[in-house]
T-cell receptor, first 111, second 116 residues
């Protein structure tokens, strides 16, 4: 069994501030973990993924995430938010053939 | 194709009508997924195909929903006797193999269904 919990349906930051989107997972097998971004009226686009090669994963657009097994977490961060980062972000876990997605976190960036 | 292609991109239908949504996955991808995304909700798994077979249909919400995949490529999701609660974005995704090996799944832009 596997599941994903994204803490906070909305996160609001000022432009230039740190972005932190939280994701906790559960999985009965070693997991693969993903972050996807969805811009308005578009499909989901892969930001980054963890496949056990390295615990700190760097993705596109300056985002990164750190896999912490002891905390069962895979939080997404970016040092400095841009207005263009405003979107919906989904965390996903895959240890079986069907990935399970979190409910999403809407990132709001204020000028 | 270069990416996952879905059609129609938008569909408005009357309650009680049948609709067909089409997905053309990335060439060579054996795994294909359908998800549903309702307003303010996450992604709800509907069905998974490996090749032409569907080993997991557990997410289909009712017997009004069905899906098929032919030639290991194009898939069609059919909703019969549509209801207003069927209004949602239907997302198709594909991956080279099943995701249990960490394969990335790639999404189409979705088919927006509105039932009036």
């Amino acid at each position: 069994a596997q599941s994903v919990t994204q803490l906070g349906s909305h996160v609001s930051v000022s432009e230039g501030a740190l972005v932190l989107l939280r994701c906790n997972y559960s999985s009965s097998v070693p997991p693969y973990l993903f972050w996807y971004v969805q811009y308005p009226n578009q499909g989901l686009q892969l930001l980054l993924k963890y496949t056990s090669a390295a615990t700190l994963v760097k993705g596109i657009n300056g985002f990164e995430a750190e896999f912490k097994k002891s905390e069962t977490s895979f939080h997404l961060t970016k040092p400095s938010a841009h207005m263009s980062d405003a979107a919906e972000y989904f965390c996903a876990v895959s240890g079986s053939y069907i990935p399970t997605f979190g409910r999403g976190t809407s990132l709001i960036v204020h000028p | 194709g270069a990416g996952v292609s879905q059609s129609p991109s938008n569909k408005v239908t009357e309650k009680g009508k049948d609709v067909e949504l089409r997905c053309d996955p990335i060439s060579g991808h054996t795994a294909l997924y359908w998800y549903r995304q309702s307003l303010g909700q996450g992604l709800e798994f509907l069905i998974y195909f490996q090749g032409n077979s569907a080993p997991d249909k557990s997410g289909l919400p009712s017997d009004r929903f069905s899906a098929e995949r032919t030639g290991g490529s194009v898939s069609t999701l059919t909703i019969q006797r549509t209801q207003q609660e069927d209004s949602a974005v239907y997302l198709c995704a594909s991956s080279l193999e099943s995701s249990e090996r960490g394969n990335t799944i790639y999404f189409g832009e979705g088919s927006w269904l509105t039932v009036v």
